[in-house]
């Protein structure tokens, strides 16, 4: 016996509906062809695999970053507290000069201890990694306008990290820095003054050593705040092109060395 229910759907409503489903029909088939579309998918996924290998390959080196750490208690240990660049130093009666100089030399060994431990450490122990992904990105020939200036942003640092590997930071050249010191004279209160003036040049040349060389690196590859913009941006697109989060953020700090 048949069953008829108690109600029908009106035409409109029929034929809207009819309408609905062939409009999403053709706007799946038309997202599925559509070149754009397939280049953003194609860009997404060769930066997320990229980034994903260079992830494992730092978790791998996790070793050899400890191994490779510390070693400016080693390579500082001749001129962390003595030598001929400290001598130099303690021989200033004025103890405002003295004082400058201190301050200024322990801030270069400051940044000698985190130029050998911190940076230069991870750019040798993830050397092979960050090749590797560079040349991931190289060859991913990405479409998508800014993710082809993240990638160029991504290809400086690691140019500029090459540059980095070669920075000395020894105690020869703590000592060599450090001989420039020498006392002003301070017997009268003009003498006093233009002493200040004229030992703070040389106090800032010897504490700004190893940043000013570091800017300078930055400089000779274009680096500049732009770029952490850059990767800020293109990270959000990677997220709105439909990638994942984790790596999004991964190729946004994929170069970092904290």
Not at 48 to 53: L, R, S, Y
């Amino acid at each position: 016996m048949a069953v008829h229910f108690g109600f029908r759907l009106p035409l409109t409503l029929l034929v809207s509906i009819a309408l609905l489903v062939v409009g999403l029909m053709m706007a799946t088939r038309a997202g599925a062809t559509d070149p754009a579309a397939s280049a953003a998918a194609g860009d997404l996924r060769q930066l997320e695999q990229a980034t994903a290998e260079l992830g494992r390959a730092k978790r791998a080196a996790e070793g050899a970053v400890a191994r490779l750490s510390r070693r400016s208690t080693s390579a500082l240990s001749g001129c962390a507290s003595s030598g001929p660049g400290w001598k130099k130093i303690r021989r200033v009666k004025h103890a405002p000069q003295r004082g400058l100089y201190v301050a200024s030399a322990r801030r270069l060994l400051a940044d000698m201890r985190l130029l050998i431990d911190q940076q230069q450490s991870r750019i040798v122990a993830y050397q092979s990694a960050f090749e590797r992904f560079g040349a991931h990105l190289k060859a991913a020939n990405v479409s998508q306008p800014l993710l082809s200036e993240a990638v160029a942003a991504q290809a400086r640092r690691l140019a500029a990290y090459r540059d980095i590997r070669s920075v000395e930071a020894t105690c020869a050249v703590f000592n060599k820095l450090t001989s420039r010191v020498r006392e002003f004279p301070t017997r009268t209160a003009a003498q006093i003054i233009r002493a200040d003036y004229r030992a703070a040049p040389v106090a800032r040349r010897i504490e700004r050593h190893i940043s000013n060389q570091l800017r300078a690196i930055d400089r000779r590859h274009g680096i500049s705040y732009r770029d952490a913009e850059t990767l800020d941006r293109a990270g959000d697109l990677m997220v709105r092109l439909g990638g994942n989060p984790g790596y999004a953020l991964g190729f946004q700090y994929a170069l970092s060395l904290r």
